[in-house]
Structure formats: C-alpha cells, structure tokens
C-alpha cells in the first residue's frame, strides 16, 4: 500500500492542525492498522497514535494524550489526525504508517518495526 500524508504547515502554539493520510493500492484498507509517528531534527521517531483496522482500538503516545485524536474513513481510505492545543514541542516531521496485521496493543504500537508501508512525511511547525 501507498500512503500519502498532507496537512502539515506553520502554527502558532496553542492552535490546531488536522493532518491527512490517503492510501491507495495494496490490500482492502480495512485490512489495516494505521498509524502517525514524528521525528524532530536530531532526535529518534516518536509513536504518536495508532488505530485498529475496525476503530476500536485506540492508543496515544504519552506526549499527546488528550490533545490529538486519530480517527479513519475506510470508504475514502483515509486516516487523520486531528491536533489540538498544539505546543513548540510539537513540531517535527509526522508520518503515517500501516500494519499488515491491522491489529495492534498499546506495546506493541510503538515500535517501528511493527508497520510494514511508510508515507513520505509532512512537516509541522509549532511556533511559539
């Protein structure tokens, strides 16, 4: 699968951005767990959130817990992320990501390895 993510831009801190992830190709989307990593300048990619194939499992790094929201349209192939209260510390490179397996616990979500297709990356920039 091919994963396209968009969305991304300059904020001021405190505001909110909705990124946006299209696949195409590969498998039925539903198949899928999808999932938002980022990675700032010098510092190692950060689990962000993931979703289970069907919506029902939902898991949040600790840095943005109750601030951003994943959600997914199987119909349109889509996932986003919706970025809310945004802070300087947010600002990085966020990729989306899909697991072949399409279901995921809160371990095991955080590993890169465990998805197998990357998107090329959208910058967020959180000014201060």
């Known amino acids: 699968v091919q994963l396209q993510a968009s969305g991304g831009g300059l904020v001021q801190a405190g505001g909110s951005l909705r990124l946006s992830c299209a696949a195409s190709?590969?498998?039925?989307?539903?198949?899928?767990?999808l999932g938002w990593f980022r990675q700032a300048p010098g510092k190692e990619r950060e689990f962000v959130a993931v979703?289970?194939?069907?919506?029902?499992?939902?898991y949040y790094g600790d840095s943005v817990n109750g601030r951003f929201a994943i959600s997914r349209d199987n119909a349109k192939k889509m996932v986003y992320l919706q970025m809310n209260s945004l802070k300087p510390e947010d600002t990085a490179v966020y990729y989306c990501?899909?697991?072949?397996?399409?279901?995921?616990?809160?371990?095991?979500?955080?590993?890169?390895?465990?998805?197998?297709?990357w998107g090329q990356g959208t910058q967020v920039t959180v000014s201060s």
């Open positions: 190709g590969g498998r039925t989307f539903d198949n899928y767990a």
């Open positions: 990501a899909a697991d072949s397996y399409g279901i995921v616990d809160d371990i095991s979500a955080r590993r890169l390895d465990e998805y197998d297709y």
């Open positions: 979703i289970s194939w069907n919506g029902r499992s939902i």
